[in-house]
C-alpha cells in the first residue's frame, strides 16, 4: 500500500524558514517523479514544486521560485521541501503527491500545515 | 505559464441530477488533463485521467471528455457522497496548474 507522510510544518515568523519531508513507502520510491501541492485556508489547490524520480530535474512556481527548493533522498525513501523567506501568503497545508507518469497524481500525502505569523 | 479556467466555481444539486463542470486551458494541452475530488479536512483524490479516463475503482457515474483546449467532467447521476470540491489540473507542461476548482453542494 502507497503511503505518504509529511512532517515539518509549524508556526513560523514571516522571513523565518522550515523544512518539510515526505516519507513514502510502499512503492519504488526512486522510480517516480514528485510533487509538492499546497492549499491555503479555505482556497483552491496550488501546485509549488516537483522533481524527477533521480533528482534532475526540478521545476516551482513562479511564486516560491528562490525560496523553496525541492530535493530527494532515494536512499531513504523520502522527499523534501525547505522553505525560506516565509511569507503570511505561504500559509497553507503543503501535501506531497506521487506522480503517476502521465496520468496526474495517483496518491497524496495527508498534508502538513505551515502558518506564517507573528 | 498554461492557466486553467473551471466552472462553475460551485453549483447546487439534487441526489440523482446530472452535473457537469468545465475546465478551459489557455494553450493545447492534447489529453494532459486530471480531475480531482476533494472532501473537507482531506487530500484530493484523483478521480480521471488523461481527459477520459476513470481511475480503478471510480464509479462509472464520473465520466470525462475533452482533448486540446476544453474538457468536460460529468456525474451521471449525483449521488450523496459525490458532493465535494473538484479541481482540475493540466500536467502537458511544467508548472502544473490547477482549476480553481467547483463546490458541488446539496440543493
Known amino acids: 500500500e502507497v503511503q505518504l507522510v509529511e512532517s515539518g510544518g509549524g508556526l513560523v515568523q514571516p522571513g523565518g524558514s522550515l523544512r518539510l519531508a515526505c516519507a513514502a513507502s510502499?512503492?519504488?520510491?526512486?522510480?517516480?517523479?514528485m510533487n509538492w501541492v499546497r492549499q491555503a485556508p479555505g482556497k483552491g489547490l496550488e501546485w509549488v514544486s516537483g522533481i524527477s524520480g533521480n533528482g534532475g530535474s526540478t521545476y516551482y512556481a513562479d511564486s516560491v521560485k528562490g525560496r523553496f527548493t525541492v530535493s530527494r533522498d532515494n536512499s531513504k525513501n523520502t522527499l523534501y521541501l525547505q522553505i525560506n523567506s516565509l511569507r503570511a501568503e505561504d500559509t497553507a497545508v503543503y501535501y506531497c503527491?506521487?506522480?503517476?507518469?502521465?496520468?496526474?497524481?495517483?496518491?497524496w500525502g495527508q498534508g502538513t500545515l505551515v502558518t506564517v505569523s507573528s | 505559464a498554461i492557466r486553467v479556467t473551471q466552472s462553475p466555481s460551485s453549483l447546487s444539486a439534487s441526489i440523482g441530477d446530472r452535473v457537469t463542470i468545465t475546465c478551459r486551458a489557455s494553450q493545447a494541452i492534447s489529453s494532459y488533463l486530471a480531475w480531482y475530488q476533494q472532501k473537507p479536512g482531506k487530500a484530493p483524490n484523483l478521480v480521471i485521467y488523461?481527459?477520459?479516463t476513470l481511475r480503478s475503482g471510480v464509479p462509472s457515474r464520473f465520466s470525462g471528455s475533452g482533448s486540446g483546449t476544453d474538457f468536460t467532467l460529468t456525474i451521471s447521476s449525483l449521488q450523496s457522497e459525490d458532493f465535494a470540491t473538484y479541481f482540475c489540473?493540466?500536467?502537458?507542461?511544467?508548472?502544473?496548474?490547477f482549476g480553481g476548482g467547483t463546490k458541488v453542494e446539496i440543493k
Open positions: 503527491a506521487k506522480v503517476w507518469y502521465d496520468r496526474g497524481l495517483d496518491h
Open positions: 488523461t481527459a477520459s
Open positions: 489540473q493540466q500536467y502537458s507542461d511544467y508548472p502544473l496548474t
Open positions: 510502499g512503492f519504488t520510491f526512486s522510480s517516480y517523479a
